[in-house]
Each structure stands twice: as C-alpha cells, then as structure tokens.
C-alpha cells in the first residue's frame, strides 16, 4: 500500500492512513520525514499502532467538528487527548551526518520513542486548530465514500478533491458515464 500525501499537513494525513500492521505505520513515519529513511524503528510494536490509532481519531474527530461549523462537548475528550499528547517530549533533534560517499544526510541524534512521536504529530494538529488562515483552508474531499480532509491551497480555493488524480479521477469518469448514458 502506499501512502498518500494529498492533504498538506501531517496531522491530515495521519487521519486518512488505515493504521492496520507496523509495516503501515513504520511507512507512515519514514514517509513523512518525521523519522529518516535510514533510522530504523527498532521499538515499534503493535502498541504503537494503537496509540498512533488514538491519535488518529482524535484528530479525525477534531478537524470534523471543525469543518461541521461546530465545537460540541462530545470532542472534549479527543480535545484533551491531543492536548496530552501533544505536551510529550519532542523527537530527538536532527543531525546531519555523511555517508561513505560524503553526501549530507538527515539523521536523528537519538533512537525516536514512540510518545515523541506522537507528539509531533499532536502538535501539528494543535497548530492547525488554533491558526485561524489555516483552519480557513480546511476542506472535506467531495469524492464518493472518501472523507479525506486537506488544506486548499489552490489559486483560486477552489479544489474539491483530495487528489485530483484519485477522487477527482473517478468523479470525472462517473460523469463521462452518466452523459454517455444519457446521450
């Protein structure tokens, strides 16, 4: 499977990911760049899948009643969840080392743990939450069945889908369809 990237923050698309094996979540965080590509995740185990799970929600709940118009209680409890998570420590700090052939690559000073993490991954949500220019852009993807969210940093804020090239695709063929039915 791979992972996609169509919504523009991180916290986005750790809401879309299906988060079901360590394989899926050990791409997820190498893909994103919050763990480089040659540091393994030698800790990561099924709980990790579940707590980056817990967060996934929370957000998935949080960006919803967001983009609904409305704050209910009922996220309350996703709301003082990512606020926990968010407050952990943060990732070890990026290094830059060089290879054997001498090219500058990132490394991490540190093992990543998986609370830092997640805690990067909170406070992206948090800052997109709180910033008013980017809460304006939040969208839901208007495909069939997809509830994908991003931000639409189009021209003209007009972008419906999360990826043109997949529900936007298949939009576009649907309608091929129907006119060559009605014709």
């Not at 523009?8 to 791409?27: H, M, S, V, Y």
């Not at 926990?84 to 070890?92: K, Q, T």
């Not at 490394?107 to 939450?129: F, I, M």
């Not at 709180?130 to 839901?140: E, F, G, K, N, S």
Request: include cysteine; hydrophobic fraction near 40%.
């Amino acid at each position: 499977m791979t992972v996609r990237f169509d919504s523009g923050r991180i916290c986005l698309d750790l809401a879309a990911q299906p988060l079901d094996r360590t394989e899926t979540l050990d791409r997820f965080l190498h893909a994103t760049g919050l763990v480089p590509v040659t540091t393994p995740l030698r800790a990561l185990d099924p709980l990790w899948v579940l707590r980056f799970r817990e967060l996934r929600d929370c957000v998935d709940a949080l960006v919803h009643a967001q983009l609904e118009g409305e704050c209910p209680a009922t996220v309350d409890p996703a709301l003082e969840r990512l606020n926990s998570l968010a407050a952990a420590s943060a990732p070890p700090a990026p290094r830059a080392v060089r290879t054997e052939t001498g090219v500058l690559v990132r490394a991490l000073s540190d093992e990543p743990e998986c609370r830092a993490l997640l805690a990067a991954v909170a406070r992206d949500a948090v800052d997109l939450l709180t910033d008013p220019a980017a809460r304006a852009l939040l969208r839901q993807c208007e495909g069939d069945n997809c509830r994908r969210c991003y931000l639409d940093t189009s021209r003209g804020r007009r972008r419906r889908w999360c990826s043109s090239e997949l529900c936007g695709n298949r939009e576009r063929v649907a309608r091929h369809r129907r006119r060559k039915v009605a014709a």
